[in-house]
């Protein structure tokens, strides 16, 4: 059994940057983000394994995913963040390698860390 714990939420205001940590307690595969604001349904927002990384259109060129291996954490610079991108985020795993943009190929889940970005 893996478990997330995340942290790095916070209000920020447009155009700011934040980072957010998630940090797991076994072995996974593939580490990535998935956010959902109020309403909507969850949604891929970036994803990493030693295959690649893959983003979401939405943040291509102002979310960088990067993973401290030693520390099994995986981490999620925002820049040039906009109203729009306020959600919940949430950290998710799996053991396998291949990456997914469906949560429903997660396993693993964090508790979620809000992130609100004011105009």
């Known amino acids: 059994q893996v478990q997330l714990v995340e942290s790095g939420g916070g209000l920020v205001q447009a155009g700011g940057s934040l980072r957010l940590s998630c940090a797991a307690s076994g072995r996974t595969g593939i580490m990535g983000w998935f956010r959902q604001a109020p309403g909507k349904e969850r949604e891929f927002v970036a994803a990493?394994?030693?295959?690649?990384?893959d983003y979401a259109d939405s943040v291509k060129g102002r979310f960088t995913i990067s993973r401290d291996n030693a520390k099994n954490t995986v981490y999620l610079q925002m820049n040039s963040l906009k109203p729009e991108d306020t959600a919940v985020y949430y950290c998710?795993?799996?053991?396998?390698?291949?990456?997914?943009?469906?949560?429903?190929?997660?396993?693993?889940w964090g508790q979620g860390t809000q992130v609100t970005v004011s105009s």
């Open positions: 998710a795993a799996d053991i396998r390698l291949r990456i997914g943009v469906d949560p429903r190929e997660y396993d693993y």
């Open positions: 990493m394994s030693w295959r690649g990384t």
